[in-house]
């Protein structure tokens, strides 16, 4: 298994600020993933973050309002830009490691509060 | 398109009771089917099944896949309150490797 961390854990934002989340593996990593939860809901897939080029995303998400990051194999960043209370969710990374086939281990999570 | 459906939505239980949870998919090139636990906010993995009709077992806990059926259950025996959680299962198939595809879930609720 890996350790992954998040952060913020936590965010309360206004209305048109945007704001950016880290997720850090300490492990080898084949893939990683950004999810969205709205609440009451499943895990709908943001994008896939790909290292050092840009993020395959979704349909029904764009870059210009969820832009990712992956500089290295381990680190990626996702931001919420020019936010509105429909984006307050919890945001989840996940990884796949390296040998792990399918499986997805997840991130502790940020939930996302705006007003 | 992949489909996942997760049948009951919610279930409310009584500690020691055993609950079958079910996920039945559409899918084009399967590959696997994840089961999940979700506390709070990260889900935690709990069993990856590829083969039909081979369980998976971990304590209380354990999963089979019918690929015939397209169906997989999730049994949970001598249930406790810690097991009060949703339950994701998730599909791996398609043209894109690594990507899963989630159901709705199942909320399941112990009373002491």
């Known amino acids: 298994s890996a350790v992954i961390s998040q952060k913020p854990s936590r965010d309360i934002c206004q209305r048109g600020t945007s704001l950016t989340i880290q997720c850090q593996v300490d492990?080898?990593?084949?893939?990683m993933f950004w999810y969205r939860q709205q609440p009451g809901q499943s895990l709908t897939l943001i994008a896939t973050a790909n290292q050092g080029s840009e993020a395959t995303y979704e349909s029904g998400f764009v870059i210009d309002k969820f832009p990712i990051s992956r500089p290295n194999l381990t680190f990626s960043t996702l931001t919420v830009s020019n936010m509105s209370p429909e984006d307050s969710s919890i945001y989840l990374c996940s990884v796949v490691l390296a040998g792990g086939l399918e499986t997805q281990y997840f991130g502790p999570g940020t939930r996302l509060l705006v007003l | 398109e992949d489909k996942v459906v997760q049948s009951p939505l919610s279930l409310v239980v009584h500690e020691g009771d055993t609950v079958t949870l079910n996920c039945s998919y559409e899918?084009?090139?399967?590959?696997?089917l994840l089961w999940y636990k979700q506390e709070k906010k990260a889900p935690t993995f709990l069993f990856m099944l590829t083969s039909s009709g081979i369980e998976k077992k971990s304590g209380r806990l354990s999963s089979i896949l019918d690929k015939k059926e397209l169906f997989s259950i999730l049994n949970i025996t001598a249930t406790q309150t810690g097991d009060s959680a949703i339950y994701l299962c998730?599909?791996?198939?398609?043209?894109?490797?690594?990507?899963?595809?989630f159901g709705q879930g199942t909320i399941l609720t112990v009373h002491p």
């Open positions: 492990s080898q990593v084949t893939m």
């Open positions: 899918v084009t090139n399967f590959r696997s």
């Open positions: 998730a599909l791996g198939g398609g043209t894109s490797y690594g990507k899963l595809t």
